[in-house]
């Protein structure tokens, strides 16, 4: 067999086990996300995820839940989930990690309303092994936060996850820091919120310049503003 051939014939096989391998990750992937969805209950996402039949389903719907991390200012960390299983993957051929999957779950479920799911999602994927990126935690915590006043817990696991963050390394963004921030200041007095500033300062976090760095002083005012305003806003929708 001349050298041209026997190139030839390597390059095909190579091509073969390549897609092989490929279609091995895809099944991988394709059973982390049913071990992800498993235990949703909810009817409404129930049928989102019965339309995500196979990796290219999937694929699909990472893609569009990158696109509204985009819009919504998340690009960097996004980029960060998403990024290939590996250093030799290329962008076109990478296969979505584990924590993508899940935090595409979880993203579906804080999408259609359904906080308690999302949050059930994160500690299934917890109890899995598998860590979350600072994206996954920055969803969490600005939907928890945002969400505070539905759940008296929500505040807590906000908190949590934004110290968590600063002891794995990982920076917050300013969004993150004000919505729970705003939370403190809807439902707690300001003792926890210089409780909260103190715990975030002592692990290395401030604020970005466009994000006020409250003193006390400023704290109460702003709190006691936020406060009014929310109390105003349940005032008028109670009368709707």
Request: hydrophobic share 40%; net charge neutral.
């Given at each position: 067999?001349k050298?041209?051939?026997?190139?030839?014939?390597a390059m095909?096989?190579?091509?073969?086990?390549?897609?092989?391998?490929?279609?091995?990750l895809?099944?991988?992937?394709?059973?982390?996300?049913?071990?992800a969805?498993k235990?949703c209950?909810?009817?409404e996402?129930?049928?989102?995820?019965?339309?995500?039949?196979?990796?290219?389903d999937?694929?699909?719907?990472a893609?569009?839940v990158?696109?509204?991390?985009?819009?919504?200012?998340?690009?960097?960390?996004a980029?960060?989930?998403?990024?290939?299983?590996?250093?030799?993957?290329?962008?076109?051929?990478?296969?979505?990690?584990?924590v993508?999957?899940?935090?595409?779950?979880?993203?579906?479920?804080?999408?259609?309303?359904k906080i308690?799911?999302?949050?059930k999602?994160?500690?299934?994927?917890?109890?899995?092994?598998v860590?979350?990126?600072?994206?996954?935690y920055?969803?969490?915590?600005?939907?928890?936060?945002t969400?505070?006043?539905?759940?008296?817990?929500?505040i807590?696991?906000?908190?949590?996850?934004?110290l968590?963050?600063?002891?794995?390394?990982?920076?917050?963004?300013?969004?993150?820091y004000?919505?729970?921030?705003k939370a403190i200041a809807?439902?707690?007095?300001?003792?926890?919120a210089?409780?909260?500033?103190?715990?975030i300062?002592?692990?290395?976090?401030?604020?970005?310049?466009?994000v006020?760095?409250f003193?006390v002083a400023?704290m109460e005012?702003?709190?006691?503003a936020?406060?009014?305003?929310y109390?105003?806003?349940?005032?008028?929708?109670?009368?709707l």
């Amino acid at each position: 067999m001349k050298v041209k051939e026997l190139t030839i014939k390597a390059m095909a096989e190579s091509k073969v086990k390549s897609n092989s391998c490929a279609d091995d990750l895809e099944k991988r992937v394709m059973k982390v996300f049913k071990e992800a969805t498993k235990d949703c209950e909810d009817k409404e996402v129930k049928e989102i995820f019965d339309m995500i039949r196979n990796y290219d389903d999937l694929n699909k719907y990472a893609i569009s839940v990158f696109n509204s991390m985009a819009n919504d200012k998340f690009i960097e960390v996004a980029r960060e989930l998403f990024k290939p299983r590996s250093e030799s993957e290329s962008e076109s051929a990478a296969i979505l990690p584990d924590v993508a999957i899940y935090t595409v779950v979880i993203w579906a479920c804080i999408s259609a309303g359904k906080i308690m799911a999302a949050h059930k999602v994160y500690h299934h994927m917890i109890a899995n092994g598998v860590a979350p990126t600072s994206c996954t935690y920055i969803i969490l915590i600005n939907t928890l936060a945002t969400n505070s006043s539905s759940d008296v817990n929500f505040i807590g696991y906000a908190k949590k996850y934004f110290l968590e963050m600063l002891d794995k390394g990982m920076m917050p963004i300013s969004s993150s820091y004000m919505a729970v921030f705003k939370a403190i200041a809807r439902q707690e007095p300001v003792e926890k919120a210089r409780e909260f500033l103190e715990q975030i300062q002592t692990k290395g976090f401030s604020p970005k310049l466009d994000v006020p760095h409250f003193d006390v002083a400023y704290m109460e005012e702003a709190m006691n503003a936020l406060k009014m305003s929310y109390e105003g806003f349940q005032g008028s929708h109670q009368r709707l």
